[in-house]
């Protein structure tokens, strides 16, 4: 009965691959595994080959020759004459451009939503879930090209600012809507600017700071110092007083109707408001969900705890309720910059130069090389969908729950 | 072993769609029915009519070659394509011609692998303002705002021609003409750019199209015509020489009203005699029979009568035949000899 207990090690024979549990699952993930790489395989050299048949043949030689064709907006030097590379380079900022635009809206119409959806008052609760469930349940795209049709059919056209009788006026002077986009005052940093900003990001720092130190006196002495306007203080005090003492380097440059359209300022144009808007609006619905969803984790006993303790309902959103929804509404959340981020392809709908538009739009139809633009964009997306939920995640683990 | 043969199955599998691919009549007369690009609707060119059936300059050219080599005019399935989706489609064999105005290039012609089998119109590219706007020349647009179908041609000599006279624009680029109309009309953009003959297409479908006019300046030749894919020259040879049947008939004087007369015996002209098959067999030289030509053109009639019918001065698109008439009358269009 002993010899049972205590196998012979040595004798390993191949029929042990399968008979043997041990080394079963292994043999039959390896041949999954070859079967995958050989269709693979094959896929590839069929693609090689049939371009070899049609005469054509993989490289990206042409990334390097000149582009031949115009972008609108250029966060970059550009001009027609650059490289095709250079024009996806144009396009891959635009992407992060409304991206982040995007991201940045959506949070903030989605936690809005997400909370006043559960709020007491039954007509802000109602219209809450109105939007949720409207926004939600229509393709983003419907909604890119609802904006961007709203955009240019009710603005006024810059022709109409013309005149002293003009159908259209600009706001303040300074903010023209018109439906080719919108044009606002631009700043234009002239000597000494520099200080100005470094003394505004000193600022910033010291409002930290104070906070930190605020925190710390009420833990140590119990002393409650005022939180909110000494913090505005800090942030803006020094910064403007920097200004004036340095002569006001920092001025505006504001729009001016010349020629067909409006010069100077900033133009932020009608296709990355539509799509930049439609974005966030739309992925702010479901981020509403996944905020309600959190909160609503979070027992009831909570709150009640929290309550009896004396708290504001402020406090108790902002010290109990919400560090402990993040847990839950953290990791959903990164799936959905994900999918603003993904679905920014849907620029070409209304004229955004995005990566879509160069590499994937023009670039590829103007040298014909679909196979190698399709790639990169694949690449593309990949890489900052990959760089995205990193960084999320590097987040998600400093507010998850610390077991110890 | 086992796998060797898997391999080896697989191979032939795939050599035997590459040849299969190669003839490209053999597919269509299986078929029964010849795929065709078009533009996804440009009035004049190719649109469907108020039944759904697709009618224009370009479509008389699919209709002519199923005619030819099918018997059989309306055995076309017409597959619209945008700007971007036309050469992905020809090259992946979606269709087995594209007629869907796009110029012959360079680069078209040899790096991307077509075949252009004729110029079906001289183009050039043009620009379209409003009266009101109260420009005069193309060199006054500088700092206007562009609308520009992205993914062709026109994108690059609107490129060219604002950088050769230094002066800047704002492209807006479009998918559709559709939506180039719309944003046009709406004044996102001050002027619409796309071939002439597609400007006046445009314009004729406007509420008050004498609002508008199309400036001098031709910045572009833009010759259009039908393609084909590289590497089948049977079947290039049958687009080719279906499409210069209808020039030479129009040269001829053969029109739908007397082909029919001219078919029936052979008669004085023996040019006349071996395009409508009475003579010779012309027919037999690119594997199809003796009265292909004759039912090309009996399909809808001469290059004339199509330009006059679809896009000529009697139509809401009143196009000049300018460059487009035939070389005995001052234009360029000139079919090699029948022979």
């Known amino acids: ?404 | 072993m086992k796998k060797t043969v898997f391999l080896g199955a697989l191979t032939v599998a795939g050599l035997a769609a590459g040849a299969s691919a190669a003839a490209t009549l053999d597919d269509v007369k299986a078929r029964g029915k010849l795929n065709c690009g078009v533009t996804t609707g440009l009035v004049g060119f190719a649109a469907p009519d108020a039944n759904g059936v697709w009618e224009g300059f370009d479509v008389a050219v699919c209709r002519a070659v199923a005619a030819a080599v099918l018997s059989d005019a309306n055995a076309v399935e017409f597959v619209p394509t945008t700007g971007k989706t036309r050469f992905t489609a020809l090259a992946s064999g979606e269709i087995d011609m594209l007629a869907r105005n796009t110029t012959w290039t360079f680069s078209r012609d040899t790096d991307l692998k077509f075949d252009f089998v004729g110029v079906n119109y001289y183009d050039g590219q043009g620009f379209l303002v409003p009266k009101s706007l109260g420009v005069s020349s193309a060199k006054e647009l500088d700092g206007a705002t562009v609308c520009i179908q992205t993914g062709t041609t026109t994108e690059l000599n609107l490129a060219d021609f604002f950088r050769a006279n230094n002066i800047s624009y704002e492209p807006v680029p479009i998918e559709t003409n559709a939506e180039g109309q719309q944003q046009y009309l709406a004044g996102a953009c001050d002027t619409y750019t796309t071939d002439a003959s597609g400007l006046a297409s445009t314009r004729a479908a406007f509420e008050s199209p004498t609002d508008h006019v199309i400036l001098p300046e031709i910045i572009s030749k833009e010759p259009l015509g039908p393609l084909v894919r590289h590497g089948d020259n049977d079947w290039a040879d049958i687009v080719r020489w279906t499409f210069y049947a209808l020039v030479a008939a129009e040269e001829m004087g053969i029109t739908s009203a007397n082909i029919g007369e001219l078919s029936a015996a052979a008669g004085d002209n023996p040019e006349i005699n071996r395009i409508l098959g009475t003579e010779g067999d012309l027919g037999a030289m690119i594997g199809l029979d003796n009265e292909w030509a004759k039912r090309a053109i009996a399909a809808s009639g001469n290059y004339g009568e199509i330009f006059e019918k679809n896009i000529g001065e009697k139509t809401p698109i009143g196009l000049a035949r300018g460059l487009n008439a035939q070389w005995t009358q001052g234009g360029i269009m000139y079919a090699p000899p029948f022979r």
Not at chain 1, 25 to 34: D, E, N, V
Request: charged share 10%.
């Open chain 1, 1 to 404: 009965m002993t010899t049972m207990t205590d196998p012979p090690k040595a004798s390993f024979q191949l029929s042990m691959l399968i008979y043997d549990t041990r080394y079963r699952s292994y043999t039959f993930q390896f041949i999954a595994l070859m079967l995958l790489l050989l269709l693979l395989g094959y896929l590839g050299a069929n693609l090689v080959s049939n371009l070899a048949a049609q005469g054509q043949n993989i490289s990206f030689g042409f990334l390097s020759d000149p582009a031949g064709y115009d972008i609108n907006q250029r966060p970059i030097e550009y001009d027609s004459q650059s490289s095709h590379m250079r024009a996806s380079v144009v396009g891959v900022i635009n992407t992060l451009i409304v991206a982040v635009l995007g991201c940045a809206t959506a949070t903030l119409f989605g936690v809005t939503a997400g909370i006043l959806r559960l709020s007491p008052n039954w007509l802000v609760r109602k219209l809450m879930a109105v939007y949720v469930e409207a926004f939600r349940n229509v393709p983003v795209l419907i909604w890119i090209l609802i904006i961007a049709t709203i955009m240019t059919a009710s603005m006024p056209s810059p022709n109409q600012f013309r005149g002293d009788n003009a159908d259209a006026s600009m706001l303040l002077d300074a903010f023209a809507f018109t439906n080719r986009g919108v044009y606002v005052p631009a700043p234009v940093w002239g000597a000494g600017s520099l200080v100005v900003v470094l003394t505004f990001l000193a600022s910033i720092a010291g409002v930290f700071y104070y906070r930190r130190y605020a925190t710390k006196l009420l833990y140590d002495t119990g002393r409650l110092l005022p939180m909110g306007w000494p913090s505005l203080v800090i942030l803006f005090v020094p910064t403007i007083l920097i200004f004036f003492v340095l002569g006001q380097p920092i001025t505006l440059d504001y729009p001016a109707l010349k020629g067909f359209n409006f010069d100077g300022g900033l133009h932020i144009r009608g296709s990355l408001i539509a799509l930049w808007f439609a974005l966030a609006i739309y992925t702010g619905a479901f981020i509403a969900e996944n905020v309600r969803a959190g909160i609503q984790a979070v027992s009831k006993g909570q709150t009640e705890a929290a309550a009896s303790l004396g708290l504001r309902p402020k406090r108790i959103m902002n010290l109990v309720i919400l560090p402990q929804a993040l847990r839950v509404i953290i990791p959903p959340l990164i799936s959905q910059y994900l999918n603003l981020t993904k679905n920014s392809s849907l620029a070409i709908a209304v004229g955004y130069m995005d990566v879509t538009g160069t590499l994937g739009g023009i670039t590829l139809n103007q040298t014909g090389r679909a196979i190698e633009c399709v790639l990169m964009l694949m690449l593309f997306y990949l890489t900052i969908s990959l760089a995205i939920s990193a960084v999320m995640n590097v987040y998600n683990n400093t507010i998850k729950l610390k077991e110890r």
